[in-house]
Structures are given as structure tokens and as C-alpha cells.
């Protein structure tokens, strides 16, 4: 699997440990930065890592700015992202399951790394059921259309 990974100045330090974890569990992962605590503009940054996923350069993504409200926000504005904003593991596992999500946003100064490993891995972890949910993600999906 393909990992797009993307944060901005809040984020960049968790970014560097959530990327270094999923190297060490053998996932591939494709950086679009930043690359320190320079300020940046979360917008470019959501932009190059959902365009990854929509043009099917990576599998999943995961945003990290300061609250993953931003980078949520601005993931969903492109056609084909499903973003969640999770700071529990049990949103970000049904995120997956029931909205097929492709992208997680998380908040780098409202959770802690270790927590932040666990909603990673609860995401990464589930997979779409389809059924009755995939109705449901059809008309999300028909809502871009408009």
C-alpha cells in the first residue's frame, strides 16, 4: 500500500514520527512536506497530497496540521477525497468502514504521538463494507457533481 502524507508547520514534527512508524511497518510512503516549522499554507499542502490520491499515486492519505479541522476542510473540497478529521480511533476506523473515507486528517496539538499511531492504524487497519453504506457514498459522491 501507498501512504500519501502531507503536514503543515503545526504538523510537520508529528508528520516525521507518523511517517517514520509507517516506514518501519513496511508502507510505502510519498512525502509532500513541509519539511520544518517554517509557516506554510495548509491549503498547498492538501492540495498536492489529495491530488496523489485522486490521480492514484497513493492508496490512502493522512493530513497533520494543528487541529486537522484546516487540512480536513480542504481535503473534502476535491473531487474524489473523502477526508475525516479523527482524533479517536473509533471514528477513524467507521470513518473507513461506512464512508469509504481515502484520507485522515488528525490535529497534531490535540493529540499526542502515541494516540496518533493508534488512529493510524485504526484507519489503515478497516476496510469499506460496502452495502447500504456504499448507496450513501454514491450520493456523496453525486454531491460533487452538482
Known amino acids: 500500500m501507498i501512504l500519501a502524507i502531507g503536514a ?9 514520527k507518523i511517517k ?4 518501519e511497518k ?10 520544518d516549522t517554517s509557516s506554510v499554507d495548509y491549503p498547498d499542502i492538501a492540495k498536492k497530497v489529495c491530488t ?6 497513493a492508496d490512502l492519505a493522512i493530513l497533520i496540521c494543528g487541529t486537522g479541522i484546516g ?3 480542504c481535503a473534502n473540497k476535491i473531487n474524489g477525497i473523502r477526508c475525516c478529521a479523527c482524533s479517536d480511533t473509533y ?3 467507521l470513518t473507513r468502514m461506512h464512508n469509504d473515507a481515502n484520507t485522515l486528517a488528525i490535529g497534531a496539538r490535540v493529540i499526542g504521538e502515541e494516540l496518533a499511531k493508534d488512529i493510524v492504524d485504526a484507519f489503515l487497519g478497516a476496510e469499506f463494507e460496502g452495502g447500504k453504506h456504499q448507496r450513501r457514498v454514491d450520493m456523496i459522491n453525486a454531491l460533487e457533481i452538482r
Open 26 to 35: 513496511n508502507y510505502e510512503v510519498k512525502d509532500f512536506g513541509t519539511h
Open 71 to 73: 487540512m480536513s476542510i
Open 8 to 16: 503543515d508547520h503545526a504538523g510537520v514534527e508529528l508528520k516525521e
Open 91 to 93: 471514528s477513524a476506523r
Open 20 to 23: 517514520a512508524y509507517l516506514t
Open 52 to 57: 496523489s490520491v485522486v490521480n492514484k499515486e
